[in-house]
């Protein structure tokens, strides 16, 4: 069984001896993935981590590896969500902190406002790095100038 868990549960709780279903034929895993995944997508957004999960897990099947095109374009397609939206995602599950991740487990932080924050981070950083090269560059060209005037 690869989806209807709840409904299962459900029916045994309520008694009944038999459960409606219907069977689908799938040549591989991927397949079988892709089309739960579909049914999930379709019955409500995702969100937080549910959107983190299913953003990471197709990533690395064959049917997203082989996909012509962005493989954000593939799995957006999947999920039923813009390319930008697994983008971000793609870019939060890589660089995230386990505090960031449990913020958004825990809904106090989604994952555009961590994908934001995330970059704003990385944005501090480089302009950190760069105003330590500039600084180093000039104290190199000041000493080089003094040295040059002393002699």
Do not use: C, W
């Amino acid at each position: 069984m690869i989806d209807g868990h709840t409904r299962v549960k459900a029916a045994e709780e309520a008694g009944l001896e038999t459960i409606p279903y219907y069977e689908h034929k799938f040549n591989s895993f991927e397949e079988a993935y892709k089309y739960v995944l579909g049914l999930q997508v379709n019955r409500r957004n995702l969100e937080g981590s549910e959107l983190l999960k299913n953003i990471s897990k197709p990533y690395g099947t064959d049917f997203i590896q082989n996909a012509e095109g962005k493989k954000s374009e593939a799995i957006a397609e999947i999920l039923g969500v813009s390319d930008r939206t697994v983008e971000k995602g793609l870019y939060v599950n890589k660089n995230a902190d386990e505090d960031t991740l449990a913020k958004i487990d825990s809904d106090e932080l989604s994952v555009d406002k961590a994908y934001k924050q995330l970059k704003a981070e990385e944005k501090a950083v480089d302009i950190k790095n760069k105003a330590q090269q500039k600084f180093k560059e000039d104290l190199a060209t000041f000493v080089k100038e003094y040295e040059e005037e002393s002699k």
